[in-house]
């Protein structure tokens, strides 16, 4: 499966971005879309996690109540709605296919991630 981040960009605190994973090849629908983030100078850390159902989602703490996750299966791609963002969700954004708990697999190497940049 290769899997393609897109949608990062500008935002001021308080706004919103829409970011897509779109998925191509063979997707292994056994296994959940996981969203990371690398923010600057920092390790990759897990954000979301959803399952191809859209039935189960997973968040870490910092961004419950302001992103969501969705799928659209028809199109082979993940969202991750990002709302009221700050200026420390500025980060480099992946997505790969991860178990719900948010630990990523290697069936997909990463790819080139989208940046997302919050002003103050």
């Known amino acids: 499966v290769q899997l393609v981040e897109s949608g990062g960009g500008l935002v001021q605190a308080g706004g919103s971005l829409r970011l897509s994973c779109a998925a191509s090849?063979?997707?292994?629908?056994?296994?959940?879309i996981g969203w990371f983030r690398q923010p600057p100078g920092k390790e990759r850390e897990f954000v979301a996690a959803?399952?191809?159902?859209?039935?189960?989602?997973n968040y870490v703490d910092s961004v419950k109540g302001r992103f969501i996750a969705s799928t659209d299966n028809a199109k082979n791609t993940v969202y991750l709605q990002m709302n009221s963002l700050k200026p420390e969700d500025t980060a480099i954004y992946y997505c790969?296919?991860?178990?719900?708990?948010?630990?990523?697999?290697?069936?997909?190497?990463w790819g080139q991630g989208t940046q997302v940049t919050v002003s103050s």
């Open positions: 790969n296919c991860a178990t719900l708990s948010g630990i990523p697999t290697d069936i997909a190497s």
């Open positions: 090849g063979r997707i292994f629908s056994a296994y959940a």
């Open positions: 959803i399952n191809w159902s859209g039935g189960s989602t």
